[in-house]
């Protein structure tokens, strides 16, 4: 009987390493499973503790009598007008306010239109999304029809600017439920704010095709013609020009009731740069 034989060194060492190869992935598998795990439980925690607090404080807010809560309204507004933040603007969102249950922005929008600021308000298109459109005037808010919670809505098809599309724009007036000291803000739960921040961010930092070496940002008519010049061999310089806009600031305003010690948050929800409440 012949002796059975060793195995070659090298193969002893590519056994090992895939051995340990197959413990990495295993280890680099459960942490991956146990952070996700612990994610999805600090999630779920914050839903909970995001829940109590917004039916707290609209419980709160329900008891304010009407006549103190334009008081307060007013006097926010007053110190709202002496911020850096509003005397510095010139293109401004601002939320028009729920029949009750909330700080009134009647004043606001007043003062905005007075100062010749350029004035954009929500219209929300579906379940979680919101556009930022034009007023005017307040007797153009006047005339906007009703959303189902009976705010006045611009009309979306009727040739109002659209405030991603303004350059200008440097003020958000951001409702919310409740605010801390860390500029952190609890809004009323569908997210609508968190994704039009977000959806700002994308446009004030994207990259766009330009022509001619031309600094206007292009659409799709202007890529269409490039390609046209070049078919007729027309000289044509097709560049990129990266759009990078700052984010406006984002001012949450309240009533005094509404600054908590503590408001929960996740990764999805922006900090504000100020907040008024009175």
């Known amino acids: 009987l012949r002796a059975a034989r060793a195995p070659p060194s090298s193969n002893l060492q590519t056994i090992a390493l895939r051995s340990s190869f197959r413990r990495l992935v295993v280890v680099l598998v459960l942490t991956f499973l146990s952070t996700m ?6 999630s779920s925690s914050v839903k909970v503790l995001k829940k109590q607090l917004r039916s707290n404080m609209r419980k709160v ?14 006097q926010v507004a007053q110190k709202l007008f002496k911020s850096k933040e509003y005397s510095n603007s010139k293109a401004l969102c601002v939320f028009i306010s729920m029949p009750s249950g909330e700080i009134d922005t ?3 929008l007043q003062q905005i239109f007075k100062d010749g600021k350029k004035c954009f308000v929500p219209r929300c298109i579906s379940k979680t999304e919101m556009i930022m459109l034009e007023a005017k005037s307040m007797t153009d808010i006047q005339r906007f029809p009703l959303s189902k919670w009976k705010i006045p809505e611009p009309p979306e098809n009727d ?20 605010f801390d000291s860390k500029m952190r803000r609890c809004g009323q739960g569908a997210g609508y704010y968190d994704r039009f921040f977000s959806k700002l961010r994308d446009v ?11 600094s206007q940002y292009t659409n799709t008519f202007h890529i269409a013609l490039a390609r046209a010049r070049a078919r007729a061999r027309v000289c044509v310089c097709v560049c990129v020009v990266q759009k990078d806009l700052k984010m406006p600031n984002l001012l949450g305003i309240g009533l005094p009731c509404q600054f908590v010690e503590e408001v929960p948050t996740d990764e999805f929800d922006y900090l504000l740069n100020a907040i008024v409440t009175g």
């Open 61 to 74: 807010l329900r008891r304010i009598p009407k006549d103190d809560l334009l008081k307060q309204s007013s």
């Open 204 to 214: 004030r930092q994207k990259v766009l095709p330009a022509v001619n070496n031309s």
């Open 159 to 178: 040739g109002r600017a659209n405030a991603l599309d303004c350059e200008e724009l440097d003020l958000i007036i951001v409702p919310g439920i409740a």
């Open 37 to 42: 795990s612990a994610t999805s439980a600090t």
């Open 106 to 108: 009647t004043p606001i």
